[in-house]
């Protein structure tokens, strides 16, 4: 592996060649939903269909995660 020098910022680096259309995206380790909530953005903004399962070890999660979508219009995704 050889290290590319960008002048991106590592987000931008990172989100540059994913294709988000049409994908089933499996977010293990929900927490409060960060991950989830920026992939269902990512979705959203390029009005693409895509499908997050997000999954968590504490059942408590999801109503922090779910919060979060919800209050960025972002639930549905």
Not at 24 to 30: K, Q, S
């Amino acid at each position: 592996m050889v290290r590319e020098e960008t002048s991106q910022s590592f987000e931008a680096y990172f989100w540059r060649d994913i294709e988000l259309d049409g994908k089933t995206i499996l977010d293990a380790g929900t927490g409060f939903g960060l991950t989830t909530s920026e992939i269902a953005k990512r979705i959203h903004q390029q009005k693409h269909k895509g499908k997050i399962i997000s999954v968590d070890i504490d059942p408590e999660a999801f109503e922090d995660a779910q919060g979060l979508l919800q209050t960025q219009g972002l639930l549905k995704n």
